[in-house]
């Protein structure tokens, strides 16, 4: 069983569209994040919502808007899609939010690849 | 400002040739550095935590130490199969509550059989 899914694998679109990203972690974790690797292979992070609820959002333009309708879930919708936004999203998911407790980590996705041409 | 910085960007070995990779951190306050092990066309797969100056972690070939300012992963005897981008990334404390994951680029692997 794969741990955290993230669906689709590649998403080709045209700039303007609005397209979703979709994450289920069968972990029983109560953190999901969006993570944005870039061209660079920066991986930085976009959002963290930990029980359903919103605790990070990193400067992110307010064209991606997190939904997390459970706490199993987190999906990421984009708005009027841009070049710039082209660049691999991973979500991922740890037990808890809160001090780093030992063998405490991250579980991520193997991620969706965005073009926008 | 925090920030992490890996190097070499990309190291390319021979089967059974030892070497280290380097990552040097400036924070304002360490709550972990954390090492991932990154394969083309899939997410980061979790290798140590580390908490600790003088704090070592060992699994298989790798081995990663830490100190005040920065942390090495050695791999000892490296076969094709360690080909990979490593990736280190640090967690801080801001306000006393735990920060982001702040992740370095990278070093890029290649191990020739």
């Known amino acids: 069983d794969t741990a955290v899914s993230q669906t689709p694998k590649y998403l080709v679109t045209q700039m303007g569209n609005d397209k979703s990203i979709k994450c289920e972690q069968n972990l029983g974790h109560d953190t999901m994040y969006w993570y944005k690797q870039d061209s660079k292979k920066f991986l930085k992070i976009m959002f963290s919502?930990?029980?359903?609820?919103?605790?990070i959002n990193e400067t992110v333009p307010n064209r991606f808007s997190p939904k997390s309708p459970d706490k199993a879930h987190l999906n990421l919708h984009i708005n009027s899609l841009e070049l710039g936004d082209s660049a691999v999203y991973f979500c991922?998911?740890?037990?808890?939010?809160?001090?780093?407790?030992?063998?405490?980590?991250?579980?991520f996705g193997s991620g969706t690849q965005l073009s926008v041409l | 400002e925090d920030q992490v910085t890996q190097s070499p960007e990309a190291l390319r070995l021979q089967e059974g040739e030892s070497s280290s990779l380097n990552c040097s951190y400036t924070v304002s306050g360490l709550r972990g550095l954390f090492w991932y092990r990154q394969d083309p066309g899939k997410g980061p797969e979790f290798l140590f935590t580390?908490?600790?100056a003088g704090e070592e972690k060992e699994k298989e070939r790798l081995k990663a130490t830490l100190t005040k300012k920065e942390s090495f992963l050695h791999i000892t005897a490296p076969k094709p199969e360690d080909s990979a981008t490593y990736l280190c990334?640090?967690?801080?404390?801001?306000?006393?509550?735990?920060?982001?994951?702040?992740f370095g680029k990278g070093t890029k692997l290649s191990v020739k059989p």
């Open positions: 580390l908490y600790s």
């Open positions: 990334a640090v967690q801080v404390i801001r306000g006393g509550s735990q920060g982001n994951l702040i």
């Open positions: 991922a998911s740890s037990p808890r939010f809160g001090p780093v407790a030992t063998n405490e980590k991250l579980f």
């Open positions: 919502y930990n029980n359903k609820e919103l605790i």
